[in-house]
T-cell receptor, first 113, second 113 residues
Framework: GNSVTQMEGPVTLSEEAFLTINCTYT??????LFWYVQYPGEGLQLLLK?????DKGSNKGFEATYRKETTSFHLEKGSVQVSDSAVYFC????????????FGQGTILTVHP | DVKVTQSSRYLVKRTGEKVFLECVQD?????MFWYRQDPGLGLRLIYF???????EKGDIPEGYSVSREKKERFSLILESASTNQTSMYLC????????????FGDGTRLSIL
């Protein structure tokens, strides 16, 4: 069935470190892929998206590339900040009815000064 | 920007009470969703709706019901609240196309005493 596997956390980094959060998916067809971010005490915000193979989504210094051959959508940022501390969710849509999304379990990121 | 508004950020209720959580969106989205979020369990879909007066069960509908009398409003009802329904509840909305992202509210932190 459809599923998303995310890198387990928590991930702890120092400010200005390089970030990678791995995400792989299992789905039929060609889903759209998303990264959401959840800051403490808030709902989920759409961080970036990609709708077809080799698309690169980017926002706020974060990037992720839709890799169809490896069914992956890894999130990267070259230099993290303390304000990036949050929970990150990988998700995909498509191949299901009514716009339902399949979410990963979430990865907690903590960035220290 | 899409705005999804949940009526309460924090709510405290007693066991056995009937509890209503309200969600309103301003983007004329056809789809609306209710999730609960618990540590270690990620997001779990409770119910969703793809049109006024239409609803579908998600993964964990037991103990919940929903109402969608108007397109912009989607209510989650706990028929007889129990302590195991203490959780963060998130509402989301989206366009009907299967590849669209969902837009989330800020969540309601519900405590059942």
């Amino acid at each position: 069935g459809n599923s998303v596997t995310q890198m387990e956390g928590p991930v702890t980094l120092s400010e200005e470190a390089f970030l990678t959060i791995n995400c792989t998916y299992t789905a039929t067809g060609y889903p759209s892929l998303f990264w959401y971010v959840q800051y403490p005490g808030e709902g989920l915000q759409l961080l970036l998206k990609a709708t077809k193979a080799d698309d690169k989504g980017s926002n706020k210094g974060f990037e992720a590339t839709y890799r169809k051959e490896t069914t992956s959508f890894h999130l990267e940022k070259g230099s993290v900040q303390v304000s990036d501390s949050a929970v990150y969710f990988c998700a995909f849509a498509g191949g299901t009815s009514y716009g339902k999304l399949t979410f990963g379990q979430g990865t907690i990121l903590t960035v220290h000064p | 920007d899409v705005k999804v508004t949940q009526s309460s950020r924090y709510l405290v209720k007693r066991t056995g009470e009937k509890v209503f959580l309200e969600c309103v969106q301003d983007m004329d989205h056809e789809n609306m969703f209710w999730y609960r979020q618990d540590p270690g369990l990620g997001l779990r879909l409770i119910y969703f709706s793809y049109d006024v007066k239409m609803k579908e069960k998600g993964d964990i509908p037991e103990g919940y019901s929903v109402s969608r009398e108007k397109k912009e409003r989607f209510s989650l009802i706990l028929e007889s609240a129990s302590t195991n329904q203490t959780s963060m509840y998130l509402c989301a909305s989206s366009y009907p196309s299967g590849n669209q992202p969902q837009h989330f509210g800020d969540g309601t932190r519900l405590s059942i005493l």
